[in-house]
Every structure is written in structure tokens, then in C-alpha cells.
């Protein structure tokens, strides 16, 4: 079965930097996009950020532009996002997530992992 | 607009029927992608594409658009019911994904 598993989170002082990884496992690694998306503690899902199958394309969320990457490690089935200069608004629970395409076309985020936190504090 | 609205909130009575909307411009390009995600946990997709369901989704979940306004649908709500959902999708450029602010949905 699909499983996806972040590491990585902490709390952190502002403007330091983190990564996250995220271990997938139980799907063709290499045939799917993925993505990063994040929670507030009590707020809503905000997407961050998704890589293209083959690393080639990358797209950010406004709100982490120019200051996250996200990357990833086809021959060790392995998701990173690298934070930094990180802000007290940039806490929050981060999931790594799968993009699946169907009816050759149409595409979804589908599997998610259960999550890590990420707590940006002096 | 690049967002997609939700109500905060809805209330149902247990096993009536309840519609939980997204409303937003992407939404004529795209259809949404619901999600549920109850404390704790991690969201699950419940209704994707026209009107499909995962495997293991209850039949009772089932989803519309029109125009730029897509519908979640609980016919007979059950307390397992009782959560958070999302509708999400991508942006009119098709590169950017996005969600909606959220339903917190309560079975009475």
C-alpha cells in the first residue's frame, strides 16, 4: 500500500534554516508528481509546493517563494523540502503528498502522510 | 479569483442530508477535489473528478459542479461524518494548486 513518511520537523529559531524529508514507499516512486502542503495549527490546508515526476519542474506557493525548494531522490524514493529563512507564520504541520494523474488527463492529490511539525520560535 | 470559498461551518441532523460548497473561478477549468480530515489525522479524498469515489468511500458522499460552484453531498449523514472538509484545485494557470478555507462539519 502507499505509504508516504515525513521527517525532519523541530522547532527552530526565525531566519534559520530546516529540511524535511518525506520516505515514500508501495508505488512506482519515479511515475508521480508530489507535493508539500501545510496546516496551521487550527487553520486550513495551504499547498506549498509540487515537483514534477522527474525533478524537472518545480511551482511554489506565493508564500514560500524564493525561500523553500523542493527536491527529490528518484533512486531513493525520497521528498525533501528545504526551509529557509523561516518565520514565526511558517509553523505548521507539513505533509508530503502524492499526485496521481487519471483518465489521462485529470490529476489529484491523493496519499498523504501523517505529517511533521515544524515550530518556528525565539 | 485564485481562491476557492467555503462556509465555515454546517450543521446536519444525524442521517439528513447535508451540501457543503466551494465556490471559485478555477472551478470552471478544474473540478474540486474533496477532502476530510478529522482531529488529528491527515485529510483523505472522499469525491474527486465528476462524482468519483475512492475505494472505501461510503456511497453516500457524492459531488456536483456548476459553473464555478462544486457541491459535496452527505445523503443520510452519519456521527462518523463529523469533520473538517477541504475542496481544492488547481489554479487557472494549472501549475499552482489551492484550497478552500475549510467546513467544519457538525452531526447533530
Known amino acids: 500500500q502507499v505509504q508516504l513518511v515525513e521527517s525532519g520537523g523541530g522547532v527552530v529559531r526565525p531566519g534559520r534554516s530546516l529540511r524535511l524529508s518525506c520516505a515514500a514507499s508501495?508505488?512506482?516512486?519515479?511515475?508521480?508528481?508530489l507535493h508539500w502542503v501545510r496546516q496551521a495549527p487550527g487553520k486550513g490546508l495551504e499547498w506549498v509546493a509540487v515537483i514534477w515526476y522527474d525533478g524537472s519542474i518545480q511551482y511554489y506557493g506565493d508564500s514560500v517563494k524564493g525561500r523553500f525548494t523542493i527536491s527529490r531522490d528518484n533512486f531513493k524514493n525520497m521528498l525533501y523540502l528545504q526551509l529557509n529563512s523561516l518565520r514565526a507564520e511558517d509553523t505548521a504541520v507539513y505533509y508530503c503528498?502524492?499526485?496521481?494523474?487519471?483518465?489521462?488527463?485529470?490529476?489529484?492529490?491523493?496519499?498523504w502522510g501523517q505529517g511533521t511539525l515544524v515550530t518556528v520560535s525565539s | 479569483s485564485s481562491e476557492l470559498t467555503q462556509d465555515p461551518a454546517v450543521s446536519v441532523a444525524l442521517r439528513q442530508t447535508v451540501r457543503i460548497t466551494c465556490q471559485g473561478d478555477s472551478l470552471t477549468y478544474y473540478y474540486a477535489i474533496w477532502y476530510q480530515q478529522k482531529p488529528g489525522q491527515a485529510p483523505i479524498v472522499v469525491i474527486y473528478g465528476k462524482n468519483n469515489r475512492p475505494f472505501g468511500i461510503p456511497d453516500r458522499f457524492s459531488g456536483y459542479t456548476s459553473g464555478n460552484t462544486a457541491s459535496l453531498t452527505i445523503t443520510g449523514a452519519q456521527a462518523e461524518d463529523e469533520a473538517d472538509y477541504y475542496c481544492a484545485s488547481r489554479d487557472s494557470s494549472g501549475n499552482h494548486w489551492m484550497f478552500g478555507g475549510g467546513t467544519k462539519l457538525t452531526v447533530l
Open positions: 503528498a502524492r499526485d496521481h494523474l487519471y483518465d489521462n488527463s485529470w490529476r489529484l492529490i491523493d496519499y
Open positions: 508501495g508505488f512506482t516512486f519515479e511515475s508521480h508528481g
